[in-house]
């Protein structure tokens, strides 16, 4: 079944660093476009980077610059890239195909 593990989170101090990964499984991964979105506590759940299947990435505001999307194709893989965090990137975040399918989660907490 169609299926997205994300996975790379935890605890990190401001300024920091952190890489996501998430797993892509039960479908052909190069044909779409992903994204990674995020929800912070007692947020909405927001966009936070997007590639598609030629390579082209976008940004939301907050992240532009310290954020960088990618993916593997031969690998099923998307990642995101995550330097100079702040405490208010503090999330769960989540990769998407299109919007549709939904991984379950990790956390990223950024607190000294």
């Known amino acids: 079944q169609v299926q997205l593990v994300e996975s790379g989170g935890g605890l990190v101090q401001p300024g920091g660093s952190l890489r996501l990964s998430c797993a892509a499984s039960?479908?052909?991964?190069?044909?779409?476009?992903m994204s990674w979105y995020r929800q912070g506590p007692g947020k909405e759940r927001e966009f936070v980077a997007s590639v598609s299947t030629g390579g082209s990435t976008g940004y939301a505001g907050a992240v532009k610059g310290r954020f960088t999307i990618s993916r593997d194709n031969a690998k099923n893989t998307l990642y995101l890239q995550m330097n100079s965090l702040k405490p208010e990137d503090t999330a769960v975040y989540y990769c998407?195909?299109?919007?549709?399918?939904w991984g379950q989660g990790t956390q990223v907490t950024v607190s000294s």
């Open positions: 998407s195909r299109q919007g549709i399918v």
């Open positions: 039960g479908f052909s991964f190069g044909a779409y476009a």
